[in-house]
C-alpha cells in the first residue's frame, strides 16, 4: 500500500508574525498575508535543515530502550532568526524503500493454509526516496511553513519494530506532534538534546496510503497541537484493508498480500533481526485460516475513536480505487460527521492516486488554505465553501454541501428468478452457479451478461429512462445455500451498457505545471496527467465480498450445513456513479472472486432461493 485547530484570529494586516500575531517594532521576521494567503517569501534555497530522533513511549522491539522515530525537518532560516512556524509533516514507512518479500498462496487446496508464492515487486514509487521529494517544500516552506518527512517505527532512521497499523506505529506518529509542542524528547545524530524552539505547536499532517493512514492514526489519539490532517486514500481499519465480513480478501493488485508481508516489505531499519519475533507473532494472530475479526484487528480499528479527533480531516479517495478500497474513507468520514469533527472531501476518477496530478491549481489552492486556516488561523473562507468536490467525469468537477447527498433514498431492487432487477418481487424456481472463480475472474464473469453461464447469476434492469446516481454503500440481501469447498459469496454492481469511461489509471500530458522554487535537483515544477478512458460495453462499479460462515458476525465463523438455505447480508464499497440512460444495471452473484479472495478448488454449488434476494441501493437526488 503505497502512496504516494481552528485559530480564531482574523488578520487584517497584510504583514504578520510567524505565529498570526501582528509585527511589533523589534522587526522580527514575519510571514506575509494577501488576499487571504501566506505568500511566498521565504527562500526554499536557503533552508535549514536537521534531523531529530525523537523519544515514542513505548518498546515495540524489546530492547529495553524508548523507541525512536527520525523526523527530517527543512524550515525558513527565519526560524533561527525569532520566527516561529507551524509544521507540514509527511509520516511513512517508505522513505528507505522496501524490501523483496513473497505473498501468500492463496489457492488453497488443503484445509490449511498457506505456503509463499507470488513475489511482490517493489511498487514504482517505492524507491528509495531523496531528501524531501514531492512539493511541499517547494510550496509551503515558502510561504511560512516547516516541512518534515518521518520514519515509521522499524523503517529507514527509526528504531522499534514495524506492525502494519498497530498501536505503537500510532505512538510513533503522535510523538512527533509531542515533540513539536515540547512534550517529548529529541535528540541530535550526535546524542546532543535538540527542542523546536522554532515551532507554533501547530501542525498538519498529509500523505498518500500509509503516508495517509499514519495522519489518522496520530489524529485518532486525540493529540493536542495536530490541527488539520489530509489523508489521501487512507487506510481507517486495516481489518476492512486485508479482510471483508469475515473473509480474507486481498488489496486489488496484491494477491496474497497482509500484514505480515506489509511489515515485511517495510521493515528496512538498521537492525534486520530483533523484528522478527514481533512479525512472526503478527503472521501467527491475523488468521488467514478463519478471516473472523479479533481484538486483533480491533487493535487497528481507528474508527472507534473518531470521537477523540482534535483535528480538522480533508479526506481524498478515488472512486476507481481497488487498493485502498472506498470504504475506508467513508466510514472513517461517516464517524467523523457523527462526531462533528471539520471536515472536507474529494472524490475522483483514478485509482490510488493523488489528484495533485491532474487538477494541480485547484488542490493547491485548497489545500494551502486548509492549512492557512487551520495551522495560522487565517479567514479565508475554505470551510464556507462546498463541503464536498466529486470528479463526475474525466476533469468535470462538481461541488455539493455534504456526502451522502441530502435526500439519498433507499430503492429495493429484486433478483427475480427470471433474470430480472426489479422494484416487484416475483417468485419462480431456485437459480444455481458452480463456481469457477478459481479460473476466470469477475471480470470474464460479467461479461457476456445476454448468454447463459453456469458460474453466475445476472440480473438486470429493463434500460434506464433517465439517469440513476448511486451515492453511498449499497447492501445486498440473500437467501442462499452453498455445497462445496469455496465459502465466499461475491455480488458485483455492474452498468451495462457501451460507452467511454475512466479505468482508474493515469497518463502523462507533456504538461509541466511549476508550483514552486526551483532549487539544484528539484525543479518545483510536475508533469500534468490526465485520466486514461477506454470503451468498453460495460464496467464493473463496485463489489462486495462475504464469509458466509460469518454471516451473523465478522468475529463468529459458524459452520454451513450443504444445501441448507440462509438469510444473508453484506456491503459492497461505498461509491458515487451516475448509470445513464439506456443503459442497464445489473447484478452479477459470484462465489470466487479471482483477484480478491482466497480461491479454494472449483465446484462449489450457489443456489439462490426464491424470496428475499434484493440490492439496497442508495439513490442520490440528481
Known sequence: MRRRMLGAIALTGAIVTGSAVPAHADHKPAIKVTGGETQPIFSRADAVTQTVNIEVPVDSDSDGTRDRVQLRIMRPKETDQGLRVPTIVEPSPYWA????????????????????????QNRPDDALAATFPGYYDNYFLPRGYAVADVDSLGTGGSTGCPTSGARNEQAGAKAVVDWLNGRARGWAPDGTPVTATWSTGNVGMIGQSYDGTLP??????????????????????WYDYYRANGGVLAPGGFQGEDLDVLAKYVYTRADREICKKVIDDIEARQDRDTGDYSRFWNERNYVQDAAKVRAAVFVVHG???????????VQWWNALARNNVPRKLWLHQANHNTPFRWRVEEWLRQTHHWFDYWLYGIQNGIMKEPRVDIERAPGQWEQHSDWPEPGTRTLDLHLNPSGELSTKARYGAPQSLIDEGRTRTAEQLADNWTQPDPNRLVYLTPALTKPMRVGGTPTISLRASLDGRSPYLTALLVDYGTDTRPTGAVASTGEQVCYGESVPGDSGCTTRTAHVTETQPFKIVTRGWLDARNRHDPSRTEPLKAGKAYDFRWDFQPNDYVFKAGHRLGVV????????????????????????????????PR
Open 319 to 329: 472512486l476507481n480505487d481497488w487498493n485502498v478500497k472506498t470504504k475506508q474513507s
Open 589 to 620: 452473484v459470484i462465489s470466487t472472486d479471482y483477484d480478491y479472495t482466497l480461491r479454494y478448488p472449483a465446484g462449489t454449488k450457489v443456489t439462490l432461493r426464491p424470496g428475499g434476494n434484493v440490492l439496497h441501493l442508495p439513490v442520490a
Open 216 to 237: 489518522n492514526m496520530a489524529a485518532a489519539t486525540g493529540v493536542k497541537g495536530l490541527k488539520a490532517i489530509v489523508p489521501i486514500a487512507g487506510i481507517s481499519s
Open 97 to 120: 524503500g522496501g524490501n523483496d518479500i513473497t505473498n501468500h498462496d492463496v489457492d488453497i487446496d488443503d484445509v490449511s493454509t498457506l505456503g509463499a508464492r507470488n513475489a511482490r
